[in-house]
C-alpha cells in the first residue's frame, strides 16, 4: 500500500495500471492530470486499463445516462463516450487501444502509451 495523492504521482514502474471507476468521478481537467500521473509512471509497453460506463447512443443505455445525471448533481463528473475516453487519453499522452463490454454495464478500455 502507497499513499499520495493521483493528482500528483502513482507509483513508478508498472506494466498495467487499473483505475476502475475512478475517471468518471473527475472534470476533464482533473482526469487528465489522473491520467497524465499513470503516463509518467507506466513503463515502456505497459498498459493503462479503465473499467468505466459508456455513454451510448440517444435513447440506448438508460443506466448509464441515469448514472450521468447522478454524477452531475452529487459528487460531480460525468459518464462519457469512448470518443470522450480517446480525448482524455490524447491529452494525457496515451492512445486508445480498444474497448471490450462487459456483462456488468461496464467496459474495459484500454490506452497505451503514444
Request: hydrophobic share 45%; net charge negative.
Amino acid at each position: 500500500m502507497v499513499g499520495g495523492s493521483f493528482f500528483d504521482a502513482v507509483p513508478a514502474g508498472g506494466d498495467a495500471y487499473v483505475l476502475k471507476a475512478i475517471i468518471h468521478d473527475w472534470e476533464d481537467e482533473e482526469a487528465v492530470t489522473i491520467l497524465r500521473a499513470c503516463r509518467r509512471a507506466i513503463a515502456p509497453g505497459g498498459s493503462l486499463v479503465l473499467v468505466e460506463r459508456l455513454l451510448g447512443p440517444p435513447n440506448e443505455q438508460a443506466e448509464a445516462k441515469l448514472s450521468d445525471l447522478n454524477m452531475m448533481v452529487a459528487p460531480g463528473g460525468r459518464e462519457r463516450t469512448l470518443e470522450e475516453y480517446g480525448a482524455l487519453f490524447d491529452a494525457a499522452g496515451f492512445r486508445l487501444g480498444g474497448e471490450t463490454a462487459t456483462a456488468t454495464g461496464r467496459s474495459v478500455i484500454e490506452g497505451m502509451p503514444a
